[in-house]
């Protein structure tokens, strides 16, 4: 009676049986599995409390979780069918951390074979997930003839089975080939999608086949509504890759599948369609109005679908998804908040500016009641309303704000910040407010990250806004008020400040003579280094160590100092010996905005420490005897055609420059399968002034392989003679071979070439592209100790200043500075900055002045710290 | 325990449960020997090498046998450990032609008597000497003196000469084991 009410209790509680029991206990209790005769009803109740805390994410260690299983493999004795089962969950829970696992294969394999039907599916799994690679022989007789089981459960659950083991153990399952051929000819619509899914994990690697496969099954109708989702992905993807328009029949397949009588299967047929490639009108609009009839479905699951799917695609199919617009606008007041903000974030993509304001004004009334998820997605429609009308800022703006001060999680915080921060950087007009924004933001903030981020942005923007003392006080607050590493981001914001307004300065030093006291070393260190460097009133010295950042790869940096620390030498650490870092350049930035935009959800910030191509190459180059000695690489061009692709021989180059030489790597590929090729090598006729100093041939290169040759050149004296094009022959010894086995049919070869298309080293193959964030300031600083240079062109092949800035910045290997290489809509004339160094160090600083009237006129001004090098610049552009 | 059942045991109708342990090397004959005593519908027709354990269930004179049939392959003999604590009986299963191993035999012997879970126990020990209708095969007297089994004073054992694919010799073993055990049952008032 007392546990009676006790019971009654707890539920009263809303806590449930299981609440409070310890994993120690637990394993204790195991022990009652060791008494014979089993008693079943409290081994069950053990069974459930151990799987219970194992999925509440209790850890067991390794013997721990032996002991529990050896003891759980003695209740193979007791014939109960409940318990047998929670055994099965039991072996598969543990399988991953008790050792010798493998002791229950035979028990299993009896009880998958046996003639208890309750046992057989849950058996197959369990083995499964106890067996590896090299005892998966062993059981596949078994295997076999489960796949083919009339049992559909038992079919099932080894078709799944087989389809997890493909992980560890491709071969073997691809053996099973015939009997899921067979079982996809299953009435059972489970049985069917599973075997598909096999099937087509066995042959994924091969196109050929999947082709096949899928034509097969186009034909023939498929019960199973999955398995038709599954075949419409499989066709889907196939029409992907084969670039060249659609695949007339799989299409077809497609289409029809939008009048299956399944939803599922209809609507995965329009989700292919829409987000097919190339399209025409007609196709999609049979797809979109499918969508379209969802939208009003009563059940909440298709509208849910069908919006999310609009959503994705109102970008790239604006007018199609216009067309739903009256059914969206119905969506808006939806009682599920899920597609209600799809429904209106598709509308602000697709709708006028003109809606815009009733739109926000509609998110507005529920933004705090849906996840962070959806906030996420409402603040990237945001961004490219933003963008597409940036009369709209200061609307876009306050909400933006708005939703700044409510709580949520990072992943939210940061996407907003970054829209603030994009809509800043696009549009002059909003920075003021979107500072102020931001530094009323960072008052609060509690994600160390973002505020750090955020600082540095104030300290690169707010010197430059009419008023930069009113930020002073948001950055020194947070000196006073948060964690050293946010403390320190505060001091070298400041910093900036004093070193680019001059009326600040005095203010600043009293400010970091107080950090000067901080307790965090790193947070004293900066404060020191920078009112040392501020005290000096030099503003080259500014420039150089304040303003602008330091131009090495990172990766570089920590490999050369490790090396210096490792070599016990008394010199200095040369700065000058580490590569420069690579500016990522605009088409990769915009890649990787469009990946993260097209995605709905987004899948967490999974970025790594880029290597930057260099940093390969540099660490391939080593491995190459001789190349060592050229010191460190420079910059290595992009790859270089140098045949035409569908030819007998394929060979790209990339050209590695050092300082004083370069090494040309040549890719060489062998496409006729009857020729063996040997001692491949490239012979080139230098023009004057370059010489060869080595070259490595490649020794062998059969069929289908890359070989690759390297030619080492060391660069003329003269600066004037390193733009030069170069005559190229392939030459090698060829060797008949059997085309089956590769192995030549005699000893001997003969010689032959293969005429390459000349080779050019121009200017951008010598010059690093580096980033200036104030490209004013170190224009001025070089005019002092420095040559300049100037020059006017007409450039009649340009029609358009937008084509001039590009083929400029592409010719010149430089890097645009202050977003120069963006033009604001209808100007007739431009001014580009650009700023780079050239091989061994000298800056190049470069300002064109475009001016548009019948072609494109251009004034060339060229800054330099070495004067060979400005006038090579003027004089190759021409 | 329902009453019903509390009532048969008081009585002796209800069976007892024992739960004895087959071993030995591979390919001696363990699972071959159990398979002998199943009722007929439940026996297989071939046997394969068993991966791990598996428990099979029989009957001898109101006795019934839940037998652990371990797994002899080498890499998994250092399983048998885990079970020898639960079991009231144990049956070591010997190749009688397998002269090159019966070195092997022996050094699993001992490691398994002087086991902390059996050595203070007085559980029987029933050897089969397996294969005896191979032609070289050793006797069983012999193969007893080659485990040096006269050594073993603390246990009761007995050892006798098998043929388990005709059954021979297998319950005149198994009836010694049974006996044996309901005594050790009595004994330790279990």
């Known amino acids: ?878 | 325990m329902g009453l019903f059942q509390k009532l048969a045991l008081f009585l002796g109708i209800r069976k007892k449960e024992v739960n004895v342990l087959v071993i030995g090397l591979n390919n001696s004959g363990k699972s071959t020997v159990i398979n002998h005593f199943k009722n007929d519908e439940d026996k297989a027709s071939d046997i394969v090498p068993t991966v791990g354990f598996s428990i099979e269930r029989f009957q001898n004179q109101n006795l019934a046998f839940t037998a652990f049939d371990m797994s002899g392959h080498g890499k998994y003999r250092d399983l048998w450990e885990h079970y020898y604590k639960d079991c009231h009986g144990i049956i070591f299963v010997v190749d009688s032609s397998d002269r090159l191993r019966l070195v092997v035999v022996k050094d699993e012997l001992d490691i398994l008597l002087q086991h902390p879970d059996v050595c203070n126990r007085k559980i029987p020990v029933l050897f089969f000497a397996n294969k005896m209708d191979c032609k070289d095969a050793l006797s069983s007297v012999k193969i007893a003196a080659g485990l040096g089994m006269d050594k073993i004073m603390d246990k009761p054992w007995h050892i006798s000469a098998s043929n388990a694919l005709t059954g021979e010799g297998l319950n005149e073993g198994v009836e010694w084991l049974t006996q044996q055990i309901r005594e050790y049952i009595v004994n330790n008032k279990f």
């Not at chain 1, 009003?296 to 919006?307: D, E, G, M, Q």
């Not at chain 1, 300290?459 to 607050?477: A, C, L, M, V, W």
């Not at chain 1, 010996?577 to 990769?588: Q, R």
């Not at chain 1, 050209?655 to 040549?666: A, D, E, G, N, P």
């Open chain 1, 1 to 878: 009676m007392s546990s009676f009410k006790k019971d009654k209790k707890e539920e009263e509680d809303g806590s449930c049986l299981f609440t409070g029991i310890e994993k120690t206990t637990v394993l204790q209790e195991c022990r009652t599995f060791n008494e014979t005769p089993v008693n079943p009803k409290k081994c069950i109740r053990i069974m459930t409390s151990i799987l219970y805390l194992l999925n509440q994410g209790e850890q067991l260690s390794s013997t721990e979780a032996t002991e529990a299983f050896f003891a759980m493999t003695k209740l193979f004795q007791s014939q109960d069918v409940i318990l047998r089962r929670m055994v099965y969950l039991g072996i598969k829970e543990l399988s991953g951390v008790a050792d010798d696992v493998i002791i229950v294969t035979s028990s299993l394999t009896k009880d998958m074979t046996g003639k208890e039907d309750l046992y057989r599916a849950a058996a197959i799994r369990a083995l499964c997930s106890i067996t590896d690679a090299t005892m998966l022989q062993a059981i596949e007789r078994y295997m076999k003839q489960a796949i083919v089981d009339r049992n559909s459960a038992v079919s099932s659950a080894a078709l799944v089975s087989s389809l997890h083991m493909t992980k560890m153990a491709n071969d073997v399952v691809k053996r099973y080939v015939n009997e899921a051929q067979e079982a996809i000819n299953s009435d059972n619509i489970m049985v069917q999608y599973h075997a598909l899914g096999v099937l087509y994990h066995i042959r994924k690697t091969d196109k050929l086949a999947v082709n096949k496969l899928v034509a097969k099954l186009t034909k023939s109708s498929l019960r199973s509504p999955y398995a038709a989702c599954m075949l419409i992905r499989m066709a889907a993807k196939l029409l992907e890759e084969e670039e060249n328009g659609s695949d007339l029949p799989f299409f077809d397949f497609i289409e029809s599948c939008l009048r299956h009588k399944s939803e599922v299967v209809i609507y995965e047929a329009a989700h292919a369609i829409v987000n097919l490639k190339c399209t025409t009108n007609s196709e999609l609009a049979h797809a979109i109005s499918c969508l379209q009839s969802f939208c009003n479905s009563p059940k909440a699951t298709l509208r849910f679908a069908a919006v999310r799917t609009l959503n994705q695609v109102a970008i790239s199919h604006l007018a199609a998804v216009k067309l739903c617009n009256m059914d969206l606008e119905n969506l808006i007041t939806d009682s599920n908040r899920s597609i209600a903000t799809l429904a209106i974030t598709t509308l602000l993509k697709t709708g006028s500016e003109s809606s815009v304001d009733r739109l926000m004004k509609q998110i507005a009334t529920f933004v705090s009641e849906i996840s962070d998820e959806f906030k996420v997605v409402v603040v990237q429609a945001i961004r490219a309303l933003s963008l597409k009308f940036p009369r709209k800022h200061s609307v876009l703006m306050t909400f933006l704000s708005m939703m700044l001060r409510d709580e949520g999680g990072l992943e939210y915080k940061a996407s907003i910040a970054d829209t603030i921060i994009t809509i800043i950087e696009d549009n002059p007009d909003a920075k003021e407010i979107g500072l102020a924004h931001l530094c009323e933001f960072i008052e609060d903030c509690e994600h160390t990250s973002l505020a750090v981020r955020i600082l540095h942005l104030l300290g690169k923007e707010g010197p430059r806004t009419k008023q930069p003392s009113k930020y002073i006080r948001f950055i020194y607050n947070r000196v006073i008020l948060e964690n050293p590493t946010v403390r320190a981001a505060a001091i070298s914001a400041m910093a900036q400040f004093g070193a680019t307004c001059p009326d600040l300065l005095e203010n600043i030093l009293v400010l970091l003579a107080r950090c000067q006291m901080d307790s965090d070393d790193e947070v004293r260190d900066r404060a020191t280094y920078y009112s040392n460097i501020l005290s000096y009133l030099d503003p080259s010295l500014y420039n150089s160590y304040i303003i602008e950042s330091p131009q090495v790869s990172i990766p570089s940096l920590e490999r050369s100092l490790k090396e210096y620390c490792d070599g016990c030498t008394d010199e200095p650490f040369d700065l000058k010996s580490v590569p420069i870092a690579v500016v990522p350049t605009n088409e990769e930035v915009t890649r990787a905005q469009q990946k993260s935009e097209g995605m709905i959800m987004s899948t967490g910030p999974t970025k790594k420490v880029k290597v930057s191509r260099e940093e390969n190459y540099a660490q391939k180059l080593t491995l190459i005897p001789g190349i060592a000695q050229a010191g460190s690489l420079f910059r290595s061009s992009e790859v270089v055609e140098l045949t035409e692709s569908e030819t007998e021989y394929v060979v790209r180059c990339i050209k590695h420059t050092f300082s004083r030489c370069i090494v040309l790597q040549f890719d060489c590929l062998n496409t006729l399968s009857d020729q063996l090729l040997e001692n491949v090598r490239v012979q080139l006729e230098p023009s004057e002034g370059y010489k060869i100093l080595k070259e490595i041939p490649c020794e062998k290169l059969p069929y289908n392989e890359t070989g690759t040759t390297y030619i080492v050149l060391q660069y003329p004296e003269n600066f004037f003679a390193s733009v030069a094009t170069f005559g190229a022959v392939l030459k090698f010894i060829v060797k008949d071979c059997d085309p089956d086995t590769g192995l030549p049919d005699t000893d001997e070869g003969y010689d032959d070439e293969y005429i390459l298309e000349d080779l050019e080293i121009n200017l951008g193959d010598q010059i690093q592209r580096v980033s200036k964030v104030n490209w004013q300031a170190s224009w001025e600083e070089l005019s002092e100790n420095c040559v300049e240079m100037e020059e006017t062109y007409s450039l009649a092949s340009m029609s358009t200043l937008e084509e001039a800035v590009k083929n400029i910045i592409q010719f010149l290997g430089l890097q645009p500075a202050e977003r120069s290489d963006k033009i604001p809509e209808g100007k007739t004339t431009h001014t580009l900055l650009l700023a780079g160094i050239f091989r061994g160090g000298a800056d190049i600083l470069v300002r064109a002045k475009l001016a548009l009237a019948d072609g494109v006129t251009m004034q060339l001004t060229v800054r330099s710290t070495h004067p060979d090098v400005a006038e090579l610049v003027t004089a190759s552009v021409g």
